[in-house]
């Protein structure tokens, strides 16, 4: 059975950091391209990063330069450090592993940027 659990939201004020995982199984994690996409209220589904098999990384521009996407491929996690965060951030952040014709997704985890 295939799970993504994704951790580490919560509340924080802006300019202040945070640091997502999203432990794998029941995949062969270091074949999978892992993606993090985010979802605020009344918003379409963004991709936030990528990280290929081979690592590497891509973002969308409105988080370059703050948001670097990483993984362990010993401890089947992926992980998203986000930092400077702002108020627009505030969204629930879900991991997606993806290989061929094969697509998985968490269940999410809320992140909160507010003073």
């Known amino acids: 059975q295939v799970q993504l659990v994704e951790s580490g939201g919560g509340l924080v004020q802006p300019g202040g950091s945070l640091r997502l995982s999203c432990a794998a199984s029941?995949?062969?994690?270091?074949?999978?391209?892992m993606v993090w996409y985010r979802q605020a209220p009344g918003k379409q589904r963004e991709l936030v990063a990528s990280?290929?098999?081979?690592?590497?990384?891509n973002y969308a521009d409105s988080v370059k330069g703050r948001f670097t996407a990483s993984r362990d491929n010993a401890k089947n996690t992926v992980y998203l450090q986000m930092d400077n965060l702002k108020p627009e951030d505030t969204a629930v952040y879900s991991c997606?592993?993806?290989?061929?014709?094969?697509?998985?997704w968490g269940q999410g985890t809320q992140v909160t940027v507010s003073s």
């Open positions: 990280i290929t098999s081979g690592s590497t990384t």
């Open positions: 029941g995949i062969s994690f270091s074949l999978y391209t």
């Open positions: 997606n592993a993806r290989f061929v014709s094969r697509n998985y």
